[in-house]
């Protein structure tokens, strides 16, 4: 277990939905990162905020946008999908004594129909 | 941008060793990283290693660097069943800790009894 938690674990929509993703960090990290794995992608990353504050940003769509709150925990939100959206999202977390390992948390299966 | 290779593929007999072998584009990339993800299940951090070092050794697994090259490699001597899974190679996107991963396609480690 990483301590990464996301919540749901599996989330089935239809195309041009919006839906919520989220993800409370391990215990005291205050950066967390968003990617989407993909059969045909890959494993890129989305976006990444550090205490609150967008802090970096790599292949995330205008459709998807994310937030931290004062509490650590984030959201990725995602909308007008389409199906090629279907993926899995992970969720990771750093920072601490160690800011440069980072731990995923188990995921969300998204299933857009 | 930078980039990650792997070979997507590798079998072995229990008890072997395994390398799983990895290229990178930046020369600047601090921290290079071993990721495991087992079926159904999120990326499990492995080890890493720091760019100015040759070598980090833990437990049954060995993490060579070569920076010359830009090849990083894993071996896991005494591969056993449960070994059988997907390895991430990934570097930081950036010179500096607590940034986005950059991940190649993965290889599929198949061990056979």
């Known amino acids: 277990d990483s301590g990464v938690t996301q919540t749901p674990k599996h989330l089935i929509t239809a195309t041009g939905q919006r839906v919520t993703l989220r993800c409370s960090p391990r215990s005291g990290d205050l950066s967390v990162y968003w990617y989407q794995q993909s059969l045909d992608q890959g494993l890129q990353f989305l976006i990444q905020?550090?205490?609150?504050?967008?802090?970096a940003k790599g292949n995330i769509l205008e459709r998807f946008s994310a937030q931290q709150f004062p509490d650590l925990h984030s959201e990725l939100n995602l909308s007008s999908l389409e199906l090629g959206d279907s993926a899995l999202y992970f969720c990771?977390?750093?920072?601490?004594?160690?800011?440069?390992?980072?731990?995923f948390g188990p995921g969300t299966r998204l299933t857009v129909t | 941008g930078e980039d990650v290779e792997q070979s997507l593929f590798l079998s072995v007999r229990e008890g072997d060793s395994s390398v799983i072998n990895c290229t990178y584009t930046?020369?600047?990339?601090?921290?290079l990283y071993w990721y495991k993800q087992e079926p159904g299940a999120g990326l499990q951090l492995l080890t890493y290693i720091f760019s100015n070092m040759d070598m980090k050794q833990d437990q049954r697994l060995t993490v060579l660097l070569n920076k010359k090259d830009k090849h990083l490699s894993l071996r896991i001597a005494d591969t056993q069943t449960g070994d059988s899974a997907i390895y991430f190679c990934a570097s930081t996107a950036v010179n500096q800790a607590g940034t986005a991963l950059i991940f190649g396609k993965g290889t599929t480690l198949s061990v056979s009894s």
């Open positions: 990771a977390s750093s920072g601490g004594t160690a800011p440069y390992e980072q731990y």
């Open positions: 905020y550090y205490n609150g504050e967008e802090r």
């Open positions: 930046d020369s600047s990339s601090t921290y």
